[in-house]
């Protein structure tokens, strides 16, 4: 069965940090580029970063860059999301999504999340 | 990188059709047929309903269909059902290797 498994999220004081992990199974995890998308208690979807397969490609969104920070060892089939400088407006369910193929641009398998509360 | 502009609720009663459209920009859902649309009922991860504009994974009933003319993609839910009752969202690859989502439409079934 194809699947993700978030962990690593939490409440965490503004200005800490915390590292999301993605677990994958069912599938050749190399083969797939990987996403974390976000979304805020009420609000929409927000899309956050990807990595490539092979891990050497990295994407974000603008505002984002410098703060997260996406990687994959494929040898774990598991993905991260280094966060730091945590803000209050960070608070939100991650979730961990496969990129079906690159050229699709679209997002077939979902992880159930983790929440990342940021608050003091 | 704004969201997409997506009509903040559509309704319609069992049997009827409803479509949601989707308004970026040439950056994004002008540029590509890389446009897919996402179910999410309440308290659930999304759900991938439609990819390349108008494909269906294995397992989406044929109600659901998609398309796109110029810089807005739209979702039409034929025949609706109560099951259909959630929030939809797009997304489109962009210009910039990035991605953007809509700002979600919630479908409310009568």
């Known amino acids: 069965e194809v699947q993700l498994l978030e962990s690593g999220g939490g409440l965490v004081q503004p200005g800490g940090s915390l590292r999301l992990s993605c677990a994958a199974s069912g599938f050749t995890f190399s083969s797939y580029a990987m996403s974390w998308v976000r979304q805020a208690p009420g609000k929409g979807l927000e899309w956050v970063a990807s990595?490539?397969?092979?891990?050497?490609?990295?994407y974000y969104v603008d505002y984002l860059k410098g703060r997260f920070a996406i990687s994959r060892d494929n040898s774990k089939k598991t993905q991260y999301l280094q966060m730091n400088s945590l803000r209050v407006e960070d608070t939100a369910l991650y979730y961990c999504?496969?990129?079906?193929?690159?050229?699709?641009?679209?997002?077939?398998?979902w992880g159930q999340g983790t929440m990342v509360t940021v608050s003091s | 990188q704004s969201a997409l502009t997506q009509p903040p609720s559509v309704s319609g009663s069992p049997g009827q059709s409803v479509t949601i459209s989707c308004t970026g920009t040439i950056s994004d859902v002008g540029n590509y047929n890389r446009v897919s649309w996402y179910q999410q009922p309440p308290g659930t991860a999304p759900k991938l309903m439609i990819y390349?504009?108008?494909k269906r994974p294995s397992g989406v009933p044929d109600r659901f269909s998609g398309s796109k003319s110029g810089n807005t993609a739209s979702l039409t839910i034929s025949g609706l059902q109560a099951e259909d009752e959630a929030d939809y969202y797009c997304s489109s690859y962009t210009t910039s290797s990035t991605y953007v989502f809509g700002s979600g439409t919630k479908v409310t079934v009568l």
């Open positions: 990595v490539s397969g092979n891990g050497e490609s990295l």
């Open positions: 390349e504009v108008s």
């Open positions: 999504a496969k990129v079906t193929e690159w050229s699709t641009g679209a997002f077939d398998i």
